[in-house]
């Protein structure tokens, strides 16, 4: 029984692989839980999966926490705030940690997994996006794994299994084009936040929503390519597949081309996260071909998409520029949710903050230079939308 911490539980990522460990109960068990601040479906896993340790970010809801599970006996260790979501990371004797926790936030737990020597199921693209300088080396000092539990790197991780070393030529990342990929250019600026949340094949979180509507999502899973399978830019592709069917594509040396198809499920690529390199059974629905008729293929609209070129030259710049890339967009679109910004102002906020750190950018960037990097850039990227906001100022 693989013993098995998960950090962001009660959003999409953390249901999902509760469900997966409810299914497996004889194959994984629940160590530590770690959410945000929903008191309410916390409070129901910690009944359900009885971990030992449990932290909530908010800590202004650690009372509210400590009292609705205040008839459990035993009682786990509670902890509060970030330090003790960091706790919870690196607690006892979980062989995994699965960080479903969005953005910038799950990189010092998940740090402080690795460094307790915890294989990783990564499910948080920021890790290696903005902390990649630093994630990387401290994987190989600690011996630990790093499976890729989202679906498009878990699909190039799944072909790569008995490729041998350098066999590996291209990857082709598949992409929905989001919410807007039947619109023409010229609509985009009557977009609405609701218009951008409808995510024409998949039910996720508002922020990664609007990356999938920008397609800054693929641009951020290129750079988290680049770090996981160590192939250059030039050699990363995306194409649209509105379908959804095929997950993500590797083409070998001799130009022969493996992909991963499925229904579209989060399950499939967090299991296989877990068990690896096992192949668990499940009941789950299997991909009719048939039924799954015509999969398309389209190359992606530079002028809808202007976040994926801007994804590409963060990644070749190297250094701190993706924690300021992705820093920039986690702002940029905090304040389009917020209605304080248009839609098509998200890229113009990034490009603005990248073209700002041009002159700072630190070639092997230390942890505290990619955090310091992550506060300037969000603060940068509050600055310029104001400017936005009141028209004192015109970006290109």
Same mark, same amino acid.
């Given at each position: 029984?693989?013993?098995? /911490? !998960?950090?962001?539980?009660?959003?999409?990522?953390?249901?999902? /692989? !509760?469900?997966?460990?409810?299914q497996y109960p004889e194959q994984f068990r629940i160590v530590g839980l770690a959410a945000r601040r929903n008191v309410e479906m916390l409070a129901a896993q910690v009944r359900q999966f009885k971990p030992e340790i449990v932290a909530i970010c908010a800590a202004d809801k650690l009372p509210e926490l400590q009292a609705a599970i205040a008839d459990l006996d035993p009682q786990p260790i509670i902890l509060a705030g970030e330090e003790g979501v960091v706790e919870v990371a690196r607690y006892g004797d979980a062989e995994a940690v699965v960080t479903g926790i969005v953005g910038c936030a799950g990189l010092l737990p998940t740090l402080a997994a690795i460094e307790a020597g915890k294989d990783i199921a990564l499910a948080n693209k920021e890790t290696l996006i903005a902390g990649g300088p630093v994630v990387l080396p401290l994987v190989k000092k600690h011996g630990v794994k790093l499976l890729p539990a989202d679906s498009e790197h878990s699909a190039i991780f799944q072909c790569l299994q008995g490729v041998p070393v350098g066999g590996l030529r291209r990857i082709v990342l598949t992409a929905s084009g989001g919410a807007f990929r039947d619109w023409p250019v010229d609509r985009l600026p009557t977009v609405k936040v609701a218009d951008a949340l409808k995510h024409p094949n998949w039910s996720m979180g508002p922020k990664i929503t609007i990356d999938s509507a920008t397609l800054m999502n693929k641009g951020l899973e290129v750079i988290e390519a680049h770090y996981?399978?160590?192939?250059?830019?030039?050699?990363?592709?995306?194409?649209?597949?509105?379908?959804?069917?095929?997950?993500?594509?590797i083409e070998v040396q001799d130009t022969s081309m493996l992909a991963q198809l499925g229904w579209p499920d989060m399950r499939l690529p967090l299991l296989y996260a877990l068990s690896w390199p096992e192949r668990l059974y499940t009941d789950w629905k299997p991909l009719d071909l048939v039924k799954a008729g015509d999969l398309t293929f389209r190359e992606p609209d530079h002028q809808k998409y202007p976040c994926m070129q801007l994804a590409y030259a963060a990644g070749r710049a190297g250094g701190s520029m993706p924690a300021v890339l992705n820093a920039a967009n986690e702002q940029a679109v905090a304040l389009f949710i917020d209605e304080q910004i248009q839609f098509l102002d998200i890229p113009r906020v990034i490009e603005a903050v990248c073209d700002r750190h041009q002159a700072h950018n630190l070639a092997t960037p230390t942890l505290d230079d990619i955090l310091e990097a992550d506060r300037w850039a969000r603060q940068e990227a509050i600055a310029v939308c104001g400017a936005i906001a009141s028209q004192s100022v015109v970006l290109t």
């Amino acid at each position: 029984m693989k013993a098995i /911490t !998960l950090l962001g539980s009660t959003g999409s990522i953390g249901t999902q /692989t !509760l469900d997966i460990v409810h299914q497996y109960p004889e194959q994984f068990r629940i160590v530590g839980l770690a959410a945000r601040r929903n008191v309410e479906m916390l409070a129901a896993q910690v009944r359900q999966f009885k971990p030992e340790i449990v932290a909530i970010c908010a800590a202004d809801k650690l009372p509210e926490l400590q009292a609705a599970i205040a008839d459990l006996d035993p009682q786990p260790i509670i902890l509060a705030g970030e330090e003790g979501v960091v706790e919870v990371a690196r607690y006892g004797d979980a062989e995994a940690v699965v960080t479903g926790i969005v953005g910038c936030a799950g990189l010092l737990p998940t740090l402080a997994a690795i460094e307790a020597g915890k294989d990783i199921a990564l499910a948080n693209k920021e890790t290696l996006i903005a902390g990649g300088p630093v994630v990387l080396p401290l994987v190989k000092k600690h011996g630990v794994k790093l499976l890729p539990a989202d679906s498009e790197h878990s699909a190039i991780f799944q072909c790569l299994q008995g490729v041998p070393v350098g066999g590996l030529r291209r990857i082709v990342l598949t992409a929905s084009g989001g919410a807007f990929r039947d619109w023409p250019v010229d609509r985009l600026p009557t977009v609405k936040v609701a218009d951008a949340l409808k995510h024409p094949n998949w039910s996720m979180g508002p922020k990664i929503t609007i990356d999938s509507a920008t397609l800054m999502n693929k641009g951020l899973e290129v750079i988290e390519a680049h770090y996981l399978f160590g192939l250059d830019y030039d050699h990363i592709d995306i194409v649209i597949h509105p379908q959804s069917i095929i997950h993500s594509l590797i083409e070998v040396q001799d130009t022969s081309m493996l992909a991963q198809l499925g229904w579209p499920d989060m399950r499939l690529p967090l299991l296989y996260a877990l068990s690896w390199p096992e192949r668990l059974y499940t009941d789950w629905k299997p991909l009719d071909l048939v039924k799954a008729g015509d999969l398309t293929f389209r190359e992606p609209d530079h002028q809808k998409y202007p976040c994926m070129q801007l994804a590409y030259a963060a990644g070749r710049a190297g250094g701190s520029m993706p924690a300021v890339l992705n820093a920039a967009n986690e702002q940029a679109v905090a304040l389009f949710i917020d209605e304080q910004i248009q839609f098509l102002d998200i890229p113009r906020v990034i490009e603005a903050v990248c073209d700002r750190h041009q002159a700072h950018n630190l070639a092997t960037p230390t942890l505290d230079d990619i955090l310091e990097a992550d506060r300037w850039a969000r603060q940068e990227a509050i600055a310029v939308c104001g400017a936005i906001a009141s028209q004192s100022v015109v970006l290109t």
